[in-house]
């Protein structure tokens, strides 16, 4: 039986520009610990070999530094690693991959298959056919080679590629590095090993997209994992997907209508972890007291959780009487707040308008109330992102 560990974009490198710098730092420092997860991993379940389906590299230009850690990362694990370049970082003449290689960053455990030709190797004994992406996109199937590959006569045949198998995935998805449905059959594979998606995904009974080992993105799409591939001879493999990643990117969205609605966004806020990242779409209506508690339990959640994006784009605010009296919002500003409060409501003066209108009855909320030293101030700072 041959034991192999399947996974894929690592995306090393990758930056967080959306989250605060500190927040940033420890996502981005979590794709190291996810490899070393890997690593203990593949000794613990004995594998005879690990499988990366491209994009090890989130870009070609990642650091020196970067590139020696993250082979560092892999030492848990002393057995042969089989690597091939993906979209982010493609064999050009001159890569991230020839740069890893001139540093001697690279351990002798560790194959990185540059070109379209077969590996045959003597332990684990299995004969690899890479398809590694040689530039960002391509048109043609860089998998059609393999029916016609020569393999030595009773050694598994497993296949590595990176892209898009053709009719599966979301609209739009398979336009560019497109793999043929139906290729393991055809190419008389034992296994194909995939990339490029980033949740774990079965498109038949011999190919599999393995996802990312720790989630990058929002989507909700079976990430945060790797694959334990158990292959008998002949038979087709055995899967097991094996949970190893740290975070948890959650989407969470909200239309308020009533005041109940604020307290329940509010409660999920209060119930986010320090392994959660969550990204808060708000749209309906709320009043002043409702906003300024929503911004304080969002600063709130950004304090526990390891990243909280919020969109309040879509929120009007609509004081109430109790709102103005509390801010003593009468004569002149009372009329302002009246005005802005219409100008966000009035269809014809358009989003940009409407959003102005919102930000600035928000700051104006915001000086009234800090004025009056009723509590956090609703300027509405930090709320987007």
Same mark, same amino acid.
């Given at each position: ?186 190419? %008389? ?116 959780? %390891? ?50 209108? %919102? ?27």
């Amino acid at each position: 039986m041959l034991k192999i560990l399947h996974t894929s974009d690592w995306q090393i490198g990758k930056l967080f520009g959306q989250f605060d710098s500190d927040d940033a730092a420890l996502l981005a420092d979590a794709r190291f610990l996810a490899v070393e997860g890997l690593a203990r991993l593949a000794r613990e379940e004995a594998v005879d070999m690990v499988l990366v389906a491209g994009d090890v590299f989130d870009a070609q230009t990642v650091a020196d530094k970067t590139l020696h850690r993250l082979f560092k990362a892999m030492e848990g694990y002393a057995g042969p690693w089989v690597m091939i370049p993906g979209n982010h970082d493609a064999a050009l003449a001159e890569s991230v991959w020839t740069r890893a290689q001139r540093l001697g960053a690279v351990p002798e455990n560790v194959t990185i298959c540059l070109r379209h030709e077969p590996l045959v190797l003597a332990r684990p004994a299995v004969a690899i056919l890479p398809a590694p992406m040689t530039q960002r996109n391509t048109y043609a199937d860089l998998t059609e080679w393999f029916a016609g590959a020569g393999t030595p006569a009773g050694l598994p045949r497993i296949g590595m590629a990176h892209g898009s198998v053709q009719g599966i995935l979301a609209e739009g998805i398979d336009s560019t590095n497109p793999i043929a449905a139906g290729r393991a059959a055809q190419a %008389r594979l034992d296994y194909l090993a995939l990339g490029d998606w980033h949740g774990a995904r079965q498109v038949d009974e011999r190919t599999w997209y393995s996802g990312t080992p720790e989630t990058d993105r929002f989507r909700a799409n079976a990430s945060g994992c790797a694959l334990l591939v158990s292959l008998d001879a002949g038979g087709p493999p055995r899967v097991e997907v094996r949970p190893t990643g740290r975070y948890r990117w959650q989407s969470l969205a909200a239309t308020l209508r009533v005041p109940g609605d604020v307290d329940a966004v509010i409660a999920t806020l209060a119930g986010l972890a320090a392994q959660d990242v969550a990204q808060l779409d708000i749209d309906g209506q709320i009043d002043l007291d409702g906003h300024r508690r929503l911004l304080a339990a969002i600063e709130q959640a950004r304090g526990t959780a %390891r990243g909280v994006l919020a969109d309040l784009g879509g929120l009007r605010l609509a004081p109430t009487q109790d709102d103005i009296d509390a801010l003593r919002a009468d004569g002149y500003v009372g009329e302002v707040i009246a005005e802005l409060r219409a100008a966000q409501e009035d269809p014809a003066a358009g989003e940009d308008q409407a959003r102005i209108a %919102r930000d600035a009855l928000a700051l104006l909320a915001g000086m009234l109330d800090t004025r009056a030293g009723t509590g956090v101030a609703a300027d509405g700072r930090g709320a987007a992102a």
